[in-house]
């Protein structure tokens, strides 16, 4: 579970070589429509590991979820939906 988490937070930070933009140009449109669907993605992982982890998943949100609210800005309704799920 450790690597799962691990690899969640290198997305979290935008750390991964699929989110490494070629150049320095501006992102386009299918940039953009692939970070939402890894974002959303990430964010559908949370939950489970909550569910499975039960309490032990406490200190590990905790370092997740700095990286995760810059997201909450441009994803806002569909990551308080999975923060909500998270805690019920």
């Known amino acids: 579970m450790s690597r799962l988490v691990d690899a ?5 930070k ?4 699929c989110q ?3 150049d320095d140009s501006d992102m386009d449109d299918d ?7 890894l974002m959303d993605a ?3 992982l949370l939950p489970a590991f909550a569910k499975s ?3 032990h998943f406490a200190p590990i949100f905790a370092n997740l979820f700095e990286p995760l609210m810059k997201f909450a800005v441009h994803y806002q309704f ?3 939906g999975q923060l909500v799920s998270i805690f019920c």
């Open 8 to 12: 969640t937070l290198v997305l979290l």
């Open 14 to 17: 935008e750390e991964s070589a």
């Open 20 to 22: 490494q933009l070629e």
């Open 31 to 37: 940039d953009t429509e692939h970070d939402e669907v």
């Open 42 to 44: 990430v964010s559908d």
């Open 53 to 55: 982890m039960g309490s």
């Open 78 to 80: 569909i990551l308080f």
